[in-house]
Structure formats: structure tokens, C-alpha cells
């Protein structure tokens, strides 16, 4: 609770009056819980429940949305694939500097399909974390599972950063309805270690913040902690695409600072339902 506290000073002070906290156990729950009722909270949490709790969550009947306008469950946390930066996000093709290594999947393709068909059956949002174009195609295959066995308008299903994208797997999400919370806060702080790792030819798929637009995807944009502003840093790169070292990452990608601004508020709001 005196951790939430500070969090919450920490997020105002940068103008911040809802956050996603993504993955929390069932302890971290009830100190949201707690912060809230002494009146500690003073942001919005949308809270997403590491994918163990997925069993329990059922088991006592909740749903998205379960909660006030202060606390509400959020979706069903999913971590299917690595992290761009350390060559472990799961690719179709090797990393540039690595040719060794296509990256991998952390969990079993059928177990990452049950949990995601569970989920929806039940009124639970999933959250899925899949960096690369190998664990993205796998996530929509899930959730195109999922809702060809019950269909579910505005489930908002997400992708969780979705750092490298490609072109048939844009039309697939908007077809399938799914979100994407986009780790495009990454362009500036860690952007040319993505650049080693894909290489320029595959720049366009990185974070492409225009063709989300372009394909009516919303796309909300996530800090994962990087910037000494989170939001600020995220709209910098949705607009610049420019890197700590200067390198201008698919420029076409970028879109103008209205909508960069839209990112991180009302599709970040859309995400939350």
C-alpha cells in the first residue's frame, strides 16, 4: 500500500490518471483492493491478473469489468513470447545480429489456445503478450479460435506490444476486432537495439503506429516503465520514430502529434472498455 502510494504521486506527476498494471497475483489484487477503500488510490488500476489466476477468477464466476470506477479486473495477462531486446521474442525469420536464434514461445501452443478459449467462454479479456510476428500469428489464431466457437462484440481481446508486425496480420486483427497496447515507448530508449536485432528491411513492421491507424486497429500506447515520461516518451516516438542515437526508424510509420496524443488517452481508455 505504501508502494501504491508512491506509484500514485509518481503517475500524477506526470499527468497519468489511469494506469494498466499488467500480471499482478492475487496479493497485489487485494492491495489495490485495500489502497482503494483508505483512500490511497488516486489513479484509476485496471487490473490484469497474471494468467495462473485463471482457474480461481472462473471458479468464483468474474468477468471483466468486475469492480468500480477506481478498481476493475482487466483482462486475463498471457505471456506467450520473449523480449525483442534480448533475441528471445518469437520470429518466422532469424534476428539480423543472431542468426542462431529465431527467438521462442513460452508456453504450449495448444495450452496457450485453451487458456485463451477459457477466458473468452467465460466474459474475461485476454492480454497477450506476443512481441514477434512468429507468437502474434499464433495469438490471433487463438482468439480467432475463441470466437469462432462464441461469438463476442467489443470483446477487445489485446495484443500486448506487438513490436514486430506483419502486413496480413494487420487485416486479420481488424477483421478479428483486436486491440493492440503498443510498447512503441520503446522507439527512443531502446530503439537501436531493435534496429541490430531486425535489421532496416523489416523497420516498417516495427511498432507501425500508421498502418494500426490505417487498418482501424486501436492501438494504445504502454510505457513498460521506459522514459523518464512515460507518456511523453511514447507520443516522441509515435511522432519522430527517432531513436537515442538518431536513427529514424520507418519514418512512413509515424503519424501526426493529435493522434500520437489520442494513443495515450482515449484508445489507452477504448483498451480499458
Given at each position: 500500500i505504501e508502494g501504491l502510494k508512491v506509484a500514485c504521486d509518481r503517475a500524477l506527476s506526470l499527468g497519468c490518471t489511469s494506469i494498466n498494471d499488467a500480471g499482478i497475483d492475487a496479493f497485489e489484487?487485494?492491495?489495490?483492493?485495500?489502497?482503494?477503500?483508505?483512500?490511497?488510490?488516486?489513479v484509476r488500476a485496471y487490473m490484469m491478473a497474471d494468467d495462473e489466476l485463471l482457474e480461481a477468477i472462473l471458479g468464483v464466476g468474474l468477468k471483466t469489468g468486475f469492480g468500480n470506477e477506481l478498481v476493475k479486473l482487466g483482462p486475463l495477462k498471457i505471456v506467450f513470447d520473449g523480449s525483442m531486446g534480448a533475441r528471445t521474442a518469437a520470429m518466422f525469420e532469424p534476428y539480423e545480429d543472431d542468426p542462431s536464434t529465431r527467438g521462442l514461445l513460452l508456453i504450449e501452443v495448444d495450452e496457450l489456445k485453451r487458456r485463451v478459449r477459457e477466458a473468452h467462454r467465460n466474459g474475461l479479456q485476454v492480454a497477450i503478450h506476443a512481441i514477434g510476428d512468429r507468437a502474434i500469428?499464433?495469438?490471433?489464431?487463438?482468439i480467432e479460435e475463441a470466437v469462432r466457437r462464441k461469438p463476442w462484440l467489443g470483446h477487445?481481446?489485446?495484443i500486448e506490444h506487438a513490436g514486430y508486425v506483419l502486413r496480413e496480420q494487420l487485416e486479420r486483427m481488424r477483421r478479428l476486432g483486436v486491440c493492440v497496447s503498443a510498447s512503441i515507448g520503446f522507439c527512443h530508449p531502446v530503439g537501436d537495439s531493435h534496429l541490430d536485432a531486425l535489421g532496416a528491411h523489416r523497420m516498417r513492421g516495427?511498432?507501425?503506429?500508421?498502418?494500426?491507424?490505417?487498418h482501424g486497429i486501436?492501438?494504445?500506447?504502454?510505457?513498460?516503465?521506459?522514459?523518464?515520461?512515460?507518456?511523453?516518451?511514447?507520443?516522441h516516438g509515435?511522432?519522430?520514430?527517432?531513436?537515442?542515437?538518431?536513427?529514424?526508424?520507418?519514418?512512413?510509420?509515424?503519424?501526426?502529434?493529435?493522434?500520437?496524443i489520442r494513443v495515450y488517452t482515449i484508445n489507452g481508455a477504448y483498451l480499458e472498455g
Open positions: 489484487i487485494g492491495a489495490y483492493q485495500s489502497a482503494a477503500k483508505l483512500g490511497v488510490l488516486k500469428d499464433i495469438a490471433l489464431d487463438a477487445r481481446h489485446r516495427y511498432y507501425p503506429m500508421h498502418s494500426f491507424s490505417e486501436v492501438a494504445g500506447g504502454n510505457s513498460d516503465g521506459y522514459g523518464s515520461n512515460w507518456a511523453i516518451t511514447g507520443i509515435c511522432v519522430t520514430r527517432k531513436t537515442m542515437n538518431g536513427k529514424i526508424l520507418a519514418k512512413e510509420e509515424a503519424i501526426p502529434v493529435m493522434d500520437a
